[in-house]
């Protein structure tokens, strides 16, 4: 019998390191482990095995890998790479000798959580507000067709322009805490992509986005407190907050949100 089951044998309680242990043995070799799964193991009432699981989430004995559910295999965001399409790679190579501040965000970066990639789409690129123009110049003179993110109203317009997969969207930026190395945290692209989406009418359906949400959710743990951070410099922290609680708000209170809407619209 394992020292962790011994001593819930004996005296009924663990500290958390003991219940991590206990847990561990069950379930460190298995992708993901379930609400219930814990249950069993830690028999637990269930305010209190929330708790514990809350509990060991925050001080990293385990990993929430989807709605309920939890793992102890490392899912870091640093283990997972960025497909870059051949436009953003080139943009890469030939801004990487500049000594610009830029980053490529959106779809670049989350495109290894996508289920269906599309063939082309405007590529999303940051760079300081005071090296825009010069940034723009470079990629023009390399043949990269480039569109001032201010002359852009929305996407309709450029969604009619026949090589829309071939356009670089340049956005000013004072921001550039989030990125490293010419790329977008993952958290920072899905924001930067639901702001797009959301607010702009970027060429990707809501559906889409919520897969890649989930496969976020489901292959690494989401820093969703960076994430509501990232979303307030963009003015739609109420949108994410929102979106990473949703599995805590109540259907009566989606209700009441409903009902309030129509009667205030």
Same mark, same amino acid.
């Given at each position: 019998m394992s020292k962790a089951k011994d001593l819930l044998n004996l005296t009924g309680r663990l500290k958390l390191e003991d219940k991590a242990a206990l847990l561990?043995? @069950? !379930? @460190?070799?298995?992708?993901? !482990?379930?609400?219930?799964?814990?249950?069993?193991?830690l028999q637990e009432k269930q305010s209190t095995l929330y708790w514990t699981l809350h509990k060991l989430t925050q001080g990293g004995y385990i990993s929430r890998t989807g709605q309920g559910l939890h793992s102890f295999q490392n899912r870091g965001a640093e283990s997972i790479q960025p497909i870059l399409s051949t436009l953003a790679s080139r943009i890469l190579n030939v801004l990487g000798e500049t000594g610009h501040d830029f980053f490529i965000s959106g779809l670049d970066i989350l495109m290894v959580f996508m289920d269906h990639v599309p063939e082309t789409y405007p590529v999303l690129l940051f760079t300081g507000k005071s090296d825009a123009d010069e940034v723009a110049d470079i990629l023009s003179k390399n043949k990269i067709d480039v569109v001032p993110y201010t002359n852009i109203k929305d996407y309709s317009a450029i969604r009619r322009m026949s090589s829309v997969g071939e356009l670089v969207l340049l956005i000013p930026t004072q921001e550039f805490a989030y990125a490293a190395n010419g790329l977008a945290t993952l958290e920072k692209a899905f924001v930067d992509l639901y702001y797009e989406v959301s607010r702009r009418d970027y060429p990707l359906s809501i559906q889409e986005l919520v897969r890649i949400y989930l496969n976020m959710r489901r292959r690494m743990s989401l820093n969703t407190n960076r994430m509501v951070k990232i979303a307030s410099r963009r003015n739609i922290q109420q949108d994410i907050r929102y979106i990473v609680e949703h599995d805590a708000i109540t259907d009566a209170a989606m209700e009441f949100v409903n009902n309030l809407r129509k009667r205030t619209e």
């Open positions: 561990r043995e @069950q !379930f @460190q070799d298995k992708p993901d !482990f379930t609400i219930s799964d814990a249950a069993s193991v």
